[in-house]
């Protein structure tokens, strides 16, 4: 069965989907329920993937300014990892700012995955730099108009 991405389509697909980003995102840092998510999740694009009816994965996009985005709780099951699922969510979540007349994405990618998003495009502006506990770098991209 394909992959599928989309927004979540009621509220138990995005509560599943909060789970996966705890369980990818916070639990191995030793960090309490609540942590994955914050006040701007109401306002953002979350774009899902789905095996059937499990999420496996998700991400979401926010609006910084006119021309600028930012990318965040970008997650994937370690069991999906490897399958493109991680390049196919920053892809549609892109696709929807771009769209929006955002032509800059930045976000904080922990170190070990700068080198997925620098696959996808994203060059490192600044880092590294502790965030919750682990580095990160600012990565960004920009669209070339």
Do not use: W
Not at 34 to 62: F, P, Q, S, Y
Not at 116 to 128: A, R
């Amino acid at each position: 069965m394909p992959i599928i991405y989309c927004q979540p389509e009621n509220e138990e697909e995005f509560q599943s989907y909060l789970q996966v980003r705890f369980e990818v995102l916070r639990k191995p840092l030793n960090m309490p329920q609540g942590t994955e998510k914050d006040e701007l999740d109401l306002e953002a694009i979350h774009i899902i993937a789905k095996d059937g009816r499990k999420i496996v994965g998700g991400g979401r996009i926010h609006f910084v300014d006119e021309k600028t985005a930012q990318v965040r709780f970008m997650a994937v099951l370690n069991s999906f990892k490897g399958q493109g699922i991680g390049a196919e969510i920053l892809l549609n979540l892109e696709k929807f700012a771009f769209n929006q007349g955002r032509n800059k994405i930045f976000l904080n990618a922990r170190e070990p995955a700068v080198g997925f998003y620098e696959k996808c495009g994203y060059k490192v502006v600044s880092g590294p730099f502790d965030l919750i506990g682990i580095q990160h770098f600012l990565m960004e991209k920009i669209k070339k108009i």
